[in-house]
T-cell receptor, first 105, second 115 residues
Framework: GQSLEQPSEVTAVEGAIVQINCTYQTSGFYGLSWYQQHDGGAPTFLSYNALDGLEETGRFSSFLSRSDSYGYLLLQELQMKDSASYFCAFNTDKLIFGTGTRLQV | GAVVSQHPSWVICKSGTSVKIECRSLDFQATTMFWYRQFPKQSLMLMATSNEGSKATYEQGVEKDKFLINHASLTLSTLTVTSAHPEDSSFYIC???????????FGPGTRLTVT
């Protein structure tokens, strides 16, 4: 089957750097996406890795290693507004979301 | 960017009644729409995928006779929760894509409370 595991909670201080890991099992996927969701809101797209390596988008970066079945989201210069839940997700013909990580800044 | 709306944003209904939730793509044609359910402090669980003009494909464990999905046009999909029960209380989120495998744009969600 397909599954994506994330740490349930992460706590960090303003200005810090935090890494949210995503380990997965799958038979195949186009790429790995990351979404942010504030309480009561819809998920918003943050980053996408189709290939192995690092993708940088402003304060957010995402990394994928298909050989290690592993990815992570890196958030730099943390701000209070970054407190939210973060989800990794497989991109196939549909999105399969990971277990989610609640970040408290 | 592409905009997806949902209506209503929240609804309270009595046990045994049916509730319809609408999902609209406002500025693009959505050949594929997805419906998710999210319980508090949990992840988004895909319920079904609907393509315009054809029957929805339901994920394993989702009752298709209870959660009726209609994707009658390229801009509208509806989810009807039939004979709702308190355990159906959840946050229902739709997303839309112009093509399968392409980026999905999420609606703001509908909070359903069944009393």
């Amino acid at each position: 089957g397909q599954s994506l595991e994330q740490p349930s909670e992460v706590t960090a201080v303003e200005g810090a750097i935090v890494q949210i890991n995503c380990t997965y099992q799958t038979s195949g996927f186009y790429g790995l996406s990351w979404y942010q969701q504030h309480d009561g809101g819809a998920p918003t797209f943050l980053s996408y890795n189709a290939l192995d390596g690092l993708e940088e988008t402003g304060r957010f970066s995402s990394f994928l290693s298909r050989s290690d079945s592993y990815g992570y989201l890196l958030l730099q210069e943390l701000q209070m507004k970054d407190s939210a839940s973060y989800f990794c997700a497989f991109n196939t013909d549909k999105l399969i979301f990971g277990t989610g990580t609640r970040l408290q800044v | 960017g592409a905009v997806v709306s949902q209506h209503p944003s929240w609804v309270i209904c009595k046990s045994g009644t049916s509730v319809k939730i609408e999902c609209r793509s406002l500025d693009f044609q959505a050949t594929t729409m997805f419906w998710y359910r999210q319980f508090p402090k949990q992840s988004l669980m895909l319920m079904a995928t609907s393509n315009e003009g054809s029957k929805a494909t339901y994920e394993q464990g989702v009752e298709k006779d209870k959660f009726l999905i209609n994707h009658a046009s390229l801009t509208l999909s509806t989810l009807t929760v039939t004979s709702a029960h308190p355990e159906d209380s959840s946050f229902y989120i739709c997303s839309a894509s112009s093509r399968a495998g392409h980026e999905q744009y999420f609606g703001p969600g509908t909070r359903l409370t069944v009393t």
